[in-house]
């Protein structure tokens, strides 16, 4: 059992506080999952050709020999050492050759998000301590999605946590499991979508990556994989202009959505969106089992 959160902002007032009640949001959720917590927030957009990546070292590393040997490279580039050994790395250049780059000089460093708004932050622990460790309630942003994880079919472990993100600006938060992962993991790699972990979920946003490098929208890339991924699942994914949900045919695992002129939300329960202001005058309703939910900016 797991918690997911969505929090889209449809007014410039309500992004200066897209933080503090997001944060609220996804600590409501901590007895769905207290083993780890993550969020991507959207925000503070990188600058035309500028991109940003937020890596993970899972040994010790100095930000100074990182923004050493990346300056080899990428004379421009800045790092950003921030907590639980995650740096925040600022560059001119194309996502897939800096991170191949990265990886081939620092093995043991993950990559979780790369792109020109998308930030994703993930340690184990209590959703409170992980919130307050990034201080993720004092983020503006234009859009936000979180996860609570309670383990079942892999460890207990940063790398295995949620949110996960396999392109640029894109990510996926997932309720469920997945049957076909291995098989779809092993035909993905043959198109080159890397994953960091063995976890069933991130094979779904690498899905997804696949897809929408092949031309697709969000929308049609969501289509294919009510076709293609097997399982039980409520996914929430991102991008860099908004957010999506979608049920399994049988919406197995439980979802609410709720709307106002200010706020698009959606968790797992209703107790998570009731935190917001004018919820309990919003309009709320459980999504549809295999109907495909987005807004955009």
């Known amino acids: 059992m797991c918690g997911i959160v969505g929090l889209f902002a449809k007014t410039k007032e309500f992004e200066k506080e ?74 001119e250049g194309e996502s897939k050759e800096a991170i191949l780059e990265l990886n081939q000089c620092f093995p043991n460093l993950k990559i979780l998000s790369s792109g020109s708004s998308i930030e994703i932050y993930k340690a184990e622990g209590l959703p409170k301590n992980v919130l307050e460790k990034f201080s993720i309630s004092s983020m503006t942003g234009s859009h936000a999605l979180g996860h609570t994880r309670m383990a079942t079919e892999s460890a207990i472990t940063t790398a295995h946590s949620h949110p996960f993100s396999t392109g640029d600006d894109l990510c996926l938060v997932h309720n469920g499991s ?27 946003a690498g ?39 979608l049920r399994d045919p049988i919406a197995c695992k439980p979802a609410v959505i709720s709307e106002t002129d200010h706020w698009v939300a959606m968790a797992s329960e209703y107790r ?19 109907k495909i939910y987005s807004w955009s900016h």
């Not at 993905?188 to 779904?204: H, M, P, Q, R, T």
């Open 18 to 91: 897209l933080g503090k009640y997001f944060s609220g949001m996804l600590n409501e959720m901590t007895d769905r999952g207290p083993d780890s917590a993550g969020c991507a927030i959207y925000h503070n957009v990188t600058k035309a050709n500028e991109l940003k990546i937020v890596a993970m070292s899972e040994t010790p590393l100095s930000k100074n020999k990182l923004l050493e040997t990346i300056r080899q490279s990428y004379p421009d580039a800045s790092v950003q050492e921030l907590e639980s050994l995650h740096f925040l790395i600022t560059l």
């Open 207 to 245: 899905y997804l990556a696949w897809r929408i490098k092949q031309g697709k929208t969000i929308e049609e890339a969501l289509n294919h994989a009510l076709e293609d991924l097997d399982g039980f699942y409520t996914f929430a994914i991102g991008t860099k202009d908004g957010f999506a949900v």
């Open 178 to 204: 997945l049957s076909n992962h291995n098989r779809l993991r092993a035909k993905l790699k043959k198109e080159g979508i890397y994953f960091s972990s063995d976890n069933d979920s991130e094979v779904a």
């Open 272 to 290: 998570a969106i009731a935190l917001l202001p004018g919820a309990q005058s919003a309009p709320a309703w459980e999504p549809a089992p295999g």
